[in-house]
């Protein structure tokens, strides 16, 4: 018979790849090619060779088919015993941190001592399908038994079945792209140009301010040549994100450019969680312990609200069945999608109305203090690839948490698409 | 894995080529794999003078389980099987005149040394001599051995050990050392032991069990190659090399069951992080070994600030900072510690267009010296390693002329490999090396810079 009670899942540590536009550094680089190198590189840290740890959760929002068991395929690649079970999740750029709450959950229950949860994408080697004629046809043309049916098969190929459906950053219900939503939403909420432009700015100081520090050393492993996020630039300012045209929104109310919305992005990240007992056996290091999750999801094609707002849903819930009030956070890591979402957020929680309204509060949750906001940078700055963005923030977090003593309290908030939304706290 | 052309002077047709031709013939020198015997052959063990040390001798090669010959006969009556090594104790030389002993006992044993052989010669330090007669017979040591060292062929080496009185016991350790294929590329050296508590080797399959040890610079070419070599030899090994080279570093430390720390060895707080993390996951450290290392050449005047002052923190300033720091640690630099620091040929001979590398080089022979007294207070030592011409991918890049010379103006005619700076490190990191303190060994295979 297992225990009944539960315990808090321990953050170890964590690993990831540089995060690398589309199309350059990992322009050949499979998710599969990604992932393994982020655990090996986890590996490395953590001296896990041969280590068959409890389970290895990982995921990738855009997948090939062959990708099927992407995270065990991987995991068969890496220097973790092959006897480490894994499996995949996908819940979009929720993924890596639902990955981790996974992982969490498990040791929290005892039935697993140590995991890894993770996330990779690619957009540079990202899957090409057929269109649903031309798939129908090659079925039936690989089913035929005669060469009469065969030349049948082949003869309803037309020209205009030929081309190929890429994937797109839309939304399969509103045919919109995710920043056309952003800019639906940042309208809504008034949120104006220059502070998305300070936002993106500070992002991109703080993570190379970061980076020179030293703060990522046992955080980023490179790969392929790559040693730092080459989305990151040091130099940004107001000044030079105001003279870039607008990108999505229309007319005057534009204000989200390619400066203060993230970039398609390749990159993996991994994160090891465990039992206290697990890591202090090991000579590991506890950084922070993973206190709560919670998830959310918004009607965003019916019900009036915005696609990325569902973690302005999900934190009071968390905040409630914790006893905490928003004001009670040393860190606050709010995924930077686009800066418009971050700030749109943040201006819900002030609000009045929204909060008694939409949330069902008594009042609003209130303003958060912004020099705890993103300190050493977020999406903006490193780039965003979906399904990695849970895993980088979960560890930066948990050695934020950890270097700020004990004690020290953190929160996240990733949006994802689909209305979705991941929240979580951590605690060191 | 020997280089090309020592590879091809061992085939049927180099060998007929370059005799032929009197070209070089490098041979391909043995090299310590686990497990094998001390020696492939007996030893020949002599003496010259009152030779103190013969009992301590043969009692060390029989524990290797190596049959010990008596001394050849002058007119070449042989006993058995050709030698492996020859050892010739000559301790308690009196005068000029003991030498002849020397000469009479080393000229029919030499002659019948086996290729890879060894040839070792035991003396008291001529420093502690007591008249100018037993300064100038000791003193003659050094001369003979580096000349025997120039007429060796086929990869033997000769060396010497001067073993002061007291410290019989410091001299299992490097006895075994020079005799084993881990001093393949160690050739024309003088060594002083000094006297110490010196434990026992837990296991001499590995000597490291339960060690932990730091490398720095470990993510390629020496540093790999040490990290490797003292994982084989049972400890586990934390390599530490620069956040940029963090992939490679990875590799490595997943090849040997290690694990990595990235870390730029020249930031301010880079001591401290190192001092944390070991503190963290290990409790403390046995073994250090300050290996990382840059180049920035340019002759000396038109060599900018930049040039001098990296190589300068890089290759001294953070080897004194971090090991100030692990001293300065409670109780983290464990009793029996090991620090080991790599210093370059150009430390000691001096290199065109290297003012900034060989003064940053020779700092290091100089503070590995200063500390020693200290290190031995509480049980430890710190020594340094000189490579020579050692065949790494930096070498690869280097024009051919300047390769192959580089290579060939050295008694064994060959460059070393990685691994032969890793073996000379290995066993300076091993309990039983307490009496090398404060000494720095060269593998450079009697290279002819600086000798």
């Not at chain 1, 990240?269 to 206190?291: F, I, N, Q, T, Y």
């Not at chain 2, 085939?11 to 005799?19: A, D, H, P, R």
């Not at chain 2, 930031?267 to 073994?287: K, N, T």
């Not at chain 2, 090991?338 to 000691?348: A, E, F, L, M, N």
């Amino acid at each position: 018979m297992a225990e009944s009670t539960t315990r808090r899942a321990a953050i170890v540590g964590g690993n990831r790849i540089p995060f690398a536009r589309s199309g350059t550094a990992y322009a050949q680089a499979s998710n599969q090619d990604m992932l393994t190198a982020t655990l090996d590189g986890l590996v490395a840290r953590f001296g896990l060779q041969g280590e068959s740890v409890g389970e290895v959760v990982a995921g990738a929002v855009l997948k090939h088919a062959r990708d099927f068991n992407l995270t065990r395929e991987a995991v068969l690649g890496s220097k973790l015993a092959p006897t480490t079970p894994a499996y995949d999740v996908q819940q979009a750029c929720g993924t890596g941190l639902e990955a981790a709450v996974l992982v969490a959950n498990k040791i929290a229950l005892g039935q697993i001592e140590a995991g890894i949860a993770g996330g990779v994408d690619t957009t540079s080697d990202a899957p090409l399908a057929v269109g649903d004629d031309l798939r129908r046809t090659l079925i039936s043309l690989n089913s035929a038994k005669t060469v009469q049916d065969r030349l049948r098969a082949l003869a309803r190929i037309r020209p205009g079945m030929l081309a190929p459906e890429i994937p797109r950053n839309a939304e399969p219900r509103t045919g919109l792209a995710m920043g056309d939503h952003a800019a639906i939403t940042a309208a809504e909420w008034g949120i104006g140009r220059e502070e998305q432009d300070e936002l993106a700015a500070r992002s991109h100081q703080r993570m190379a301010a970061a980076y020179d520090r030293g703060f990522f050393d046992d955080l980023v492993t490179p790969f392929l040549g790559l040693a730092r996020d080459n989305n990151l630039r040091p130099d940004s300012s107001v000044e030079k994100l105001a003279k870039l045209q607008p990108v999505f929104g229309t007319g005057e109310g534009a204000t989200m450019t390619a400066g203060n919305s993230t970039p398609l992005t390749d990159g993996a990240s991994a994160v090891l969680l465990a039992s206290d007992e697990w890591a202090r056996a090991k000579g590991l290091p506890v950084l922070a312990h993973l206190v709560d999750a919670q998830t959310a999801a918004v009607d965003y094609v019916h019900g009036g609200e915005g696609l990325l707002m569902a973690p302005v849903y999900a934190v009071p819930v968390l905040l409630a069945r914790n006893g905490l009030t928003l004001q009670d956070f040393d860190f606050y890591e709010i995924h930077e999608a686009f800066a418009s979402t971050v700030l749109a957020t943040m201006k819900a929680w002030e609000d009045e109305a929204f909060c008694k309204g939409k949330l069902g509060l008594d009042a609003p949750l209130g303003a958060i203090d912004r020099a705890r906001l993103n300190v050493n940078g977020s999406s903006l700055a490193a780039g965003h690839p979906f399904a990695a963005t849970g895993g980088r923030i979960v560890a930066s977090l948990a050695k934020m948490l950890h270097e700020a003593g004990p004690g020290k309290r953190g929160l996240i908030s990733i949006c994802a698409a689909g209305g979705q939304g991941v929240v979580a706290i951590l605690e060191s | 894995m020997a280089d090309w052309y020592t590879t091809f002077a061992n085939s049927g047709l180099g060998t007929t080529i370059t005799k032929q031709l009197g070209l070089p013939r490098p041979a391909e020198l043995r090299r310590h794999e686990p497990g094998q015997p001390l020696l492939p052959g007996p030893v020949v063990v002599g003496s010259a003078g009152a030779g103190r040390l013969r009992d301590t001798v043969t009692a060390v090669l029989r524990d290797a389980g190596v049959t010990v010959q008596s001394p050849v006969t002058a007119d070449g009556a042989t006993d058995g099987e050709k030698p492996a090594a020859v050892v010739l104790d000559a301790t308690g030389l009196t005068g000029p005149g003991d030498l002849a002993g020397a000469h009479d006992f080393l000229a029919p044993a030499i002659k019948r040394l086996r290729a890879s052989g060894r040839v070792l010669v035991l003396a008291d330090p001529p420093a502690e001599a007591t008249s100018p007669a037993q300064a100038a017979a000791r003193q003659a040591v050094d001369g003979l051995v580096r000349s025997i060292g120039k007429e060796l062929l086929d990869g033997s080496t000769a060396n010497a050990l001067f073993v002061p009185e007291g410290a019989e016991a410091s001299l299992a350790g490097p006895l075994r050392f020079f005799l084993s294929g881990r001093s393949a590329y160690v050739d024309g050296q003088l060594l002083t032991v000094t006297a110490a508590d010196v434990p026992e080797n837990p296991d001499e399959v590995a000597p490291l069990a339960g060690k932990v040890a730091v490398v720095t610079g470990a993510a390629r070419g020496i540093g790999a190659a040490i990290a490797q070599v003292l994982a084989r030899d049972g400890a586990h090994v934390v390599a530490v090399d620069v956040p940029a080279a963090g992939d490679k570093l990875a590799e490595v430390a997943n090849g040997i069951g290690g694990t990595a720390l990235q870390l730029d060895i020249t930031a301010a707080d880079a001591p401290q992080r190192l001092v944390e993390h070991l503190r963290e996951r290990h409790g403390g450290v046995d073994v250090v070994v300050h290996n990382a290392g840059i180049t920035r050449d340019k002759l000396l005047v038109n060599m900018d600030a930049t040039r001098w002052n990296t190589v300068m923190a890089v290759n001294l300033q953070a080897q004194l900072d971090i090991t100030q720091a692990l001293l300065d640690a409670d109780g983290l630099l464990r009793d029996g510690a090991r620090v080991v620091c790599v210093s370059s040929q150009s430390g000691i001979a001096g290199n065109r267009g290297q003012t900034n590398y060989a003064a940053s080089k020779a700092g290091v022979i100089g503070m590995v010296r200063a500390w020693a007294p200290g290190f031995a207070a509480r049980g430890a030592t710190i020594n340094a390693v000189a490579p020579g011409f050692i065949v790494t991918e930096m070498t690869a890049t280097m024009p051919f002329g300047t390769r192959e010379i580089g290579s060939r103006i050295n008694s064994l005619q060959q460059g070393g490999l990685p691994v032969d700076v890793a073996e000379t490190i290995a066993w300076l990191s091993q309990p039983a090396a307490a009496g090398v303190n404060g000494q720095t060994v060269r593998v450079c295979g009697q290279s002819m810079l600086g000798a």
